[in-house]
């Protein structure tokens, strides 16, 4: 019974508010009602009908000339470019309004002009950095030779990272100042002119000898020559660096250049001074000789040197411009010097004053056989090979390439034909340099 008159009282609760809301409804002013029965009107009025209005005269197209530009470039495109989002797809009709425009056009659009402006502005810090760069450059070099009297000036150039500049390479320069303390040394590198590079080569300077790490700039370096062609066009991509590292070719022709501009001695990093190299002038050295006739069959472009503007770096520039091949080592480097000097006659050569060194000069060992100079001798017959060769040495050398493709992982023995010319070359000779690994 109870439950009963509880479901009672409920029916009897929701009934009073029916008609609670009824008449609340019933009571509120005529104004108010009529009001919403005009916005409901009105609502279903523009969701079924459409206004059109004719005006008394055309209006002007109000279409940008980026629109028109864009326009232009979609009808000329074929049919399936068309039809993607990229493009700005613009109806205009007779009166001269835009009707139907794509909504991610309209934002592929914006993108564009922000890209548009990006690229301006880098455009214009890239300028402003090159300028910078160039100035740098020019003015450092430009100080660093007035202050400093060098009696024979060299470069060198370093396309890695700091963190592989190790003791190999540093002995390259140990040596160099070994037979020349009263030289200077340019070496070219991104990596090295840094608080870094100052400190690895710290050894050198608080001896009072003089190098300069430098950052190079390609633009200043290889204005007026036909480097700076081929410079623009890599930089346009109007062809493929190819499958070589662009380093690579990059120190090839670098080096042709600032011996062109400023004249001096170019080293690779590999390579152990054995004696002064002051008194050669023009001369580039052979690697190989024809067993047969005994001339040159190959020459390396290792070690150079070479007075400022000589005529046969500028032919070796014009040739890495001219016949530039990515894709095949050696083609912008040995390979390029040894074209262009097969192509010079033999009485052409003293015209243009440069000499050919034999290997011994140079590249006293072949790449092939340099394992034997690291290895010490564990027999008397070695033992004599080797004094006999460090004699060889040590008359007609000047300085030794160590092939560091080949030698890089090789380790010095105690006693080997290396560990005897680094104690003979080295000036800081306690360092551990003459026991590497």
Not at 82 to 87: E, F
Not at 217 to 222: G, K, M, R, S
Not at 262 to 288: E, P, R
Request: with cysteine; charged share 20%; proline share 4%.
């Amino acid at each position: 019974m109870m439950e009963q008159s509880r479901r009672t009282e409920q029916v009897l609760l929701v009934q009073r508010l029916k008609r609670l809301i009824v008449s609340f409804v019933f009571c509120l002013p005529m104004s108010l009602l009529g009001l919403l029965l005009m916005l409901l009107l009105i609502y279903n009025s523009f969701s079924v009908f459409s206004l059109h209005l004719v005006p008394t005269s055309p209006i002007q197209s109000t279409l940008s000339p980026t629109h028109l530009q864009i326009l232009h470039h979609q009808t000329s495109t074929s049919s399936s470019q068309s039809d993607s989002s990229l493009l700005l797809v613009v109806k205009e009709t007779s009166l001269g309004f835009i009707q139907k425009q794509n909504v991610s056009s309209t934002r592929t659009e914006r993108k564009m002009r922000r890209f548009k402006r990006r690229t301006e502005l880098t455009s214009a810090i890239t300028q402003q950095l090159q300028v910078k760069s160039r100035q740098i450059f020019k003015t450092k070099v430009k100080s660093f030779l007035s202050k400093s009297s060098c009696e024979s000036l060299f470069f060198m150039t370093w396309i890695s990272s700091i963190e592989s500049f190790g003791d190999r390479e540093r002995f390259t320069i140990e040596s160099l100042f070994k037979f020349h303390p009263n030289s200077c040394l340019i070496l070219v590198s991104n990596s090295f002119d840094c608080d870094r590079g100052t400190l690895i080569l710290k050894p050198f300077t608080d001896k009072g000898l003089k190098v300069l790490p430098i950052k190079p700039d390609f633009a200043y370096i290889f204005k007026d020559t036909s480097a700076e062609k081929w410079f623009e066009r890599l930089k346009k991509g109007t062809f493929s660096p190819g499958v070589i590292p662009l380093e690579q070719n990059l120190s090839n022709l670098l080096r042709l250049v600032l011996l062109y501009k400023f004249g001096g001695i170019y080293l690779d990093t590999d390579v152990i001074i054995l004696k002064s190299l002051s008194n050669l002038h023009n001369v580039i050295g052979a690697q190989t000789v024809d067993p047969v006739t005994r001339k040159w069959s190959r020459l390396n472009n290792a070690v150079l040197i070479f007075d400022k503007n000589h005529p046969l770096l500028k032919r070796f520039i014009d040739e890495f411009s001219r016949t530039f091949n990515g894709n095949k080592w050696g083609h912008n480097g040995p390979y390029l010097v040894s074209r262009v000097i097969a192509r010079i006659n033999i009485s052409s050569s003293s015209d243009l004053g440069f000499s050919v060194l034999p290997p011994s000069a140079f590249y006293p060992v072949d790449w092939t056989r340099i394992k034997g100079f690291y290895r010490a001798p564990t027999s008397e017959t070695e033992a004599n090979w080797l004094r006999k060769r460090l004699t060889h040495l040590r008359k007609n050398t000047f300085a030794v390439h160590l092939w560091n493709r080949e030698s890089k992982k090789l380790r010095i023995e105690e006693g080997s034909i290396i560990h005897q010319l680094m104690s003979h070359s080295c000036i800081f000779c306690n360092s551990s340099s003459l026991h590497l690994s």
